[in-house]
């Protein structure tokens, strides 16, 4: 990266962790619309699994699996077999209508409009980028992309530093990365990087005229009948390619469904065979912590058996058998970077052992279950602390109204992982806490959480979900808030209120130890804090030649970035209502 933008890059992450508040390095340009469910257009059949040669059994115990699993948190879940739907799960309060933020595996989404291009014979795999943007670079940045190919792009090996948080401090991202440091000769060695596919991202819109997002709507959307669909964007217009897309799960799962059927739907080719099998075989090997999967173009291959994945962290994926015509799809919000969670194992072994057909689940019916994880009744929200009696609720209810919590000056700009995930990725700098504040209105609990410029309010349901929505960076989330009272092991009472973004993998968790001097408000974000060391230590590996990097005190942000990610705050209690109007 130039010297510039790496100073930028070093002053974000020192102050990252700090407590105090921030402020974004560059503006954001993009705002989002609230979630709404989208009109499945070319919806898949429903049918049951034994009309396409599976055991609902098999089905339910591999859905039961998962949500018994205590490492990790399920959203979503469809199964498509034969290009036909055999099961829909959606985990508590998450609808699979909405669309879902994907992360990194929008990147094979990417990969399907370079292969596009290619098909028309606009592009090649060996074109290189001092060509393909001759116009935008400057001598001196065209020599150092001039060895860089499509082909090195999409294999994950430019060798360039200029990465995913060098994003968030610079306004050009195309010469950030032109300018940046060339760590390893292009073509020689693996090292992810979502600026690549940023590249190929900025490769489709230069060449076809027109971007990202309507190239792939005219050749691969309207098809599919893919409709509701949002990009993020660049801080100069261009859809972002390495992440970034929010789509329904059923839409997503459209594009794995067009792979395993090699480029063909509804008897027009929409894709060659030729790119599908280069994309989504091996061309390169990955290192351990990649998982069981190694490297295609934008997709990774599977080492194990003859499958291929779109992969996003935490838990966002597109799993095909094309042998099985076979095609699992997943929204989660696990504590795991690439595909290293137990979500892989349990799916190999129902779906890809010889015994599968022999693993038998209850005599349960596959879709009682699954209305029943729609609902409250396998919540495990309460699985460490049972919840007190509901008929009770009120009662703790009225003694919260008209309480406000203010919290120590020195702890109010301690925020969380999901706080610190926003600043990384849609640069979102929350300026601290103010207050929170609990009304009781009409047999119903209010949380108010006050920041020096806004005010989340939010219902809480305790038999039920309650729905909201939230407003960040100028873009508007859609939240299911559940809230238990419960009790601690010192008898303490407690409440907890759970606030599920149903448009990401983010969940937060807020718990309100109250005593006689006041409440300590802790926060547990999932994903979490589980996450933070193996991040930050990732990043300062990739980038350890960067003297500006090595000479931060790596010990030191690891843990103020987990103090943060998982804060406990003392507050003191104020009483906004009357003494009369409290009795």
Known sequence: MGIASAQRTIALISKLPADAPMKPVIDSHYSKSSGIPSVISQPFERVTPESVGLSSEVVLSFIRTLHDDKSLKMHNVMIVKDGKCICDASFGPYDPKIPQYT??????????AIGCLIDEGKLSLDDNLADIFKEELNNSEKLTVKKITVKNLLMMQSGMLFAEISSAASEDWLKGFAGSIQASKPGTKFAYNSINTYILARIVAKISGISL???????????????????????????????????????????????????????????????????????????AENGDFDYGFQIWSCRLCNAFLFNGMFGQNVLVFPDKDLVIVSTAGNNELFQKSTYFGHVLRHFNSEDMYAIKGSKQNLQDYLDELKTTKLERFNYYTPPKELDKVQDYCEKLDGKKLIPNTSQKFIMGFMDICNQAVSNYFSKGLVSVEFSYENGKLYASFEEPDKIFRIPVGFSDYEYAEVILNNSVYKVAVLGRFTTDEDGKDVLKIKIDYLESPSTKIFKFKIDDIGIVMSEEDYPGETLITSTIRSYFQQNKKNPLISSLNLDRIIYRAEQRAAPMINMTIQDLLPQTEQQ
């Open 103 to 112: 992360f990194s595996a929008c990147k094979s989404v990417t990969s399907i």
């Open 213 to 287: 997002t309507d190239y792939l709507k005219k050749k691969i959307f309207k098809p599919l009948g893919i409709t509701n669909y949002f990009w993020e964007k660049c801080p100069r217009g261009y859809a972002k390619g390495g992440w970034g897309l929010y789509i329904a799960i059923e839409d997503f799962a459209k594009l794995g469904v067009l792979l395993s059927h090699k480029g063909m739907w509804n008897g027009k080719r929409l894709l060659s065979e030729e790119y599908i099998e280069q994309a989504t075989s091996r061309q390169v090997s990955t290192p």
